[in-house]
């Protein structure tokens, strides 16, 4: 079981910035990938950020915005989120994935969640 716990979260002007942190239970170099979600009153849960061993990957709306980096002495994982605009509010979620050996399967882990609130 890997337990992840965000903070960070906030309220903020539009054309302002943030530090989300996603602080992983287990030594995140053990984790496949860690991302971070965020989900729009009413909308659906969206992929924001990855990063892996020799990867990152954003989304489109976030792409020169939005940096994803991690501190493997503190198992945490960082969203950068620069240029903040009323479209990013929402409520963020970090999730990993890890290989179990026992079922052959990734298990995803999921935070409960931070919200960001950004006012125009």
């Known amino acids: 079981q890997v337990q992840l716990v965000e903070s960070g979260g906030g309220l903020v002007q539009a054309g302002g910035s943030l530090r989300l942190s996603c602080t992983a239970s287990a030594n995140i170099f053990t984790l496949n990938t860690i991302s971070w979600f965020r989900q729009a009153p009413g909308k659906q849960r969206d992929l924001v950020a990855t990063?892996?061993?020799?990867?990152?990957d954003y989304a489109d709306s976030v792409k020169g915005r939005f940096t994803i980096s991690r501190d493997g002495a503190k198992n945490t994982v960082y969203l950068q989120m620069d240029r903040l605009n009323a479209e990013d509010t929402g409520v963020y979620y970090c999730?990993?994935?890890?290989?179990?050996?026992?079922?052959?399967?990734?298990?995803?882990?999921w935070g409960q969640g931070t919200q960001v609130t950004v006012s125009s």
């Open positions: 999730r990993a994935d890890r290989w179990d050996r026992a079922t052959m399967s990734l298990i995803d882990y």
């Open positions: 990063i892996a061993t020799s990867r990152t």
